[in-house]
């Protein structure tokens, strides 16, 4: 039983459907067109469902999803009036999307014609630059918290990954701030008492606890933030800055070494150098490599084809 729907789905479906499975036969190169075409389909579906989620409209995508599917079942069992009501209703919802969702769509078009294009579709800035701007935040909030000698924990991971630690803290996923770290380490907080581990450009989870240093060689002065510090950049890679609750001094721990009382300039460069410099530069370092070692082969392959072309 073909359902009503507000149009006539047996000629659509030999008109369109029927019409265009016999022309990719006739002509089987429109076959990569229709993977394109596609493609882009899915990537605008999967891009419009990243900026609705968790909106208002995400609602109301809900909403129609269960009047389509309750529209179907009136006419499955042949529910005349209802169905009449559920299709007239869906006829009207064009109109009343529009209107209700004004706001969003006229921000939506907005961005279409701005430098906003990518950050629309999800595409958001280089990572190298993100990451930069993420050390200015913890850079910041070290600072604030130095002012007022709040102590504070803040791991940041670099490419050997600490999922275990990040697991036994409390999760956060959310964006790095200067706020939102300061206000973690606020003293009598439910989260102020451990380690904030930075995963991914994410803060990804608060009161984490981090594996002691117990080398003799470690100054007796130091306190348990100091030890923890040291611990984790042993046994992984991660830079942890270390803010004292005695002193308000700021230390880095790097390596399983502790570089004591440095200055906000100083902070900030040994996090972009040991974050941001070196990772990228080899990262870049290789991606050249492989373009150079493609361009290589491509070279080898047309000398192959002069040659034989010569031969011939």
Not at 54 to 69: E, H, M, N, P, Y
Not at 227 to 242: F, L, Q, T, W, Y
Request: charged content about 25%.
């Amino acid at each position: 039983m073909i359902i009503n729907l507000g149009m006539n789905w047996e000629n659509f479906y030999r008109d369109n459907i029927v019409a265009y499975i016999k022309s990719l036969q006739e002509n089987p190169l429109e076959l990569v067109t229709l993977v394109i075409d596609l493609a882009i389909v899915i990537f605008l579906v999967y891009c419009f469902f990243r900026v609705v989620k968790g909106s208002r409209a995400w609602q109301l995508i809900k909403g129609i999803v269960l009047l389509i599917v309750a529209t179907w079942v009136s006419g499955l069992f042949n529910l005349k009036i209802l169905n009449w009501i559920l299709t007239g209703i869906m006829n009207l919802g064009v109109i009343a999307i529009i209107v209700i969702f004004q706001p969003e769509l006229r921000r939506a078009l907005e961005q279409l014609g701005t430098n906003k294009l990518t950050k629309f579709f999800g595409i958001d800035k280089d990572i190298s630059t993100k990451t930069k701007e993420d050390i200015y935040k913890i850079v910041i909030a070290a600072t604030e918290l130095s002012k007022t000698k709040t102590g504070a924990l803040i791991v940041i991971e670099r490419d050997i990954k600490i999922q275990d630690i990040i697991a036994g803290g409390i999760p956060m996923n959310a964006d790095v701030s200067p706020q939102l770290l300061v206000n973690i380490f606020e003293p009598n907080t439910p989260l102020h008492d451990g380690a904030v581990v930075i995963s991914g450009n994410k803060i990804a989870a608060a009161a984490c606890v981090l594996p002691l240093a117990d080398d003799k060689d470690i100054a007796r002065e130091l306190g348990t933030r100091h030890r923890a510090a040291i611990g984790i950049s042993k046994e992984s890679d991660s830079i942890v800055v270390v803010v004292s609750e005695e002193t308000g001094k700021i230390s880095v721990a790097k390596d399983g070494t502790l570089i004591a009382d440095v200055r906000e300039d100083v902070l900030k460069k040994i996090l972009i150098s040991n974050v941001v410099t070196k990772r990228f530069a080899v990262e870049k370092k290789e991606r050249n490599h492989r373009v150079k070692a493609i361009r290589e082969k491509l070279k080898r392959e047309k000398k192959k084809i002069e040659k034989k072309e010569e031969k011939e």
